[in-house]
T-cell receptor, first 115, second 111 residues
C-alpha cells in the first residue's frame, strides 16, 4: 500500500464549476500537507500548505486537512481554463536531526476545465 | 520565474551508459533534493544534500549518486542506465525551514 493515495483522474469539469481533489495517507508522522500544481513540461509549483486539521483559504483555493481520518482535500471555486493542470498532493516527513524533510507525493490528478 | 535551473532539458541515452544532470539552486538555499517522476506518477524522492553531504535517501540503488557544491549547484549521476530510468528528474532547493522551489526538470529517455 502506498503511503499517499490520490484519487485517479483525469477529471474534466465545465468552467465555473467547483472542483474537489482528494488524497488519503497512512503515515501519522507526516507533518505538513501541501498541494502542488504542475503544468505540462514544468516542475511542480506550490499552491498551498497547511500543518493542522481544518481549512485554509487562499483566493479561489481552499485546502482542508482531517488528521483523524488521514484525509486531505483541495477545493477550487469558480474554476478557470487556466486551472487546467495536474494537481499533486504532497506531505513532508522529517529525515534528519537537522530538521530536513522529504516530500512524499500522490500520483497526481489531471484536471481539465472546459470553457 | 523559478530560481532553480536544470540542464539539460532533454536527454536521450542508451541503456548501460552513464548520465549527469545538473541543477543550479536558488541563492541561499543550502538544501537540494532530487526527485524522479515517471510518466503519470508523482515525484519519488531520490536523495537530499545538505551542506554538501547526503542527508537522506529514498528507495533508489547506489548507481544513483549526487554531489552538492558550495556555489549552490548540484549534480545527479546515474550509472548503468536502465530503460526504467526514463523519467523526468526534478531538482528542488530549499532552506532548512522548508519551502521547496522546483526546477522544470530534465526529461531523460533511455533507449
Amino acid at each position: 500500500q502506498k503511503e499517499v493515495e490520490q484519487d485517479p483522474g483525469p477529471l474534466s469539469v465545465p468552467e465555473g464549476a467547483i472542483v474537489s481533489l482528494n488524497c488519503t495517507y497512512s503515515n501519522s508522522a507526516f507533518q505538513y500537507f501541501m498541494w502542488y500544481r504542475q503544468y505540462s513540461r514544468k516542475g511542480p509549483e506550490l499552491l498551498m500548505y497547511t500543518y493542522s486539521s481544518g481549512n485554509k483559504e487562499d483566493g479561489r483555493f481552499t485546502a482542508q486537512v482531517d488528521k483523524s481520518s488521514k484525509y486531505i482535500s483541495l477545493f477550487i471555486r469558480d474554476s478557470q481554463p487556466s486551472d487546467s493542470a495536474t494537481y499533486l498532493c504532497a506531505m513532508t516527513l522529517l529525515i534528519s536531526n537537522f530538521g530536513n524533510e522529504k516530500l512524499t507525493f500522490g500520483t497526481g490528478t489531471r484536471l481539465t476545465i472546459i470553457p | 520565474e523559478t530560481g532553480v535551473t536544470q540542464s539539460p532539458t532533454h536527454l536521450i541515452k542508451t541503456r548501460g551508459q552513464q548520465v549527469t544532470l545538473r541543477c543550479s539552486s536558488q541563492s541561499g538555499h543550502n538544501t537540494v533534493s532530487w526527485y524522479q517522476q515517471a510518466l503519470g506518477q508523482g515525484p519519488q524522492f531520490i536523495f537530499q544534500y545538505y551542506r554538501e553531504e547526503e542527508n537522506g535517501r529514498g528507495n533508489f540503488p547506489p548507481r544513483f549518486s549526487g554531489l552538492q557544491f558550495p556555489n549552490y549547484s548540484s549534480e545527479l549521476n546515474v550509472n548503468a542506465l536502465e530503460l526504467d530510468d526514463s523519467a523526468l528528474y526534478l531538482c528542488a532547493s530549499s532552506t532548512i525551514q522548508g519551502g521547496y522551489t522546483f526546477g522544470s526538470g530534465t526529461r531523460l529517455t533511455v533507449v
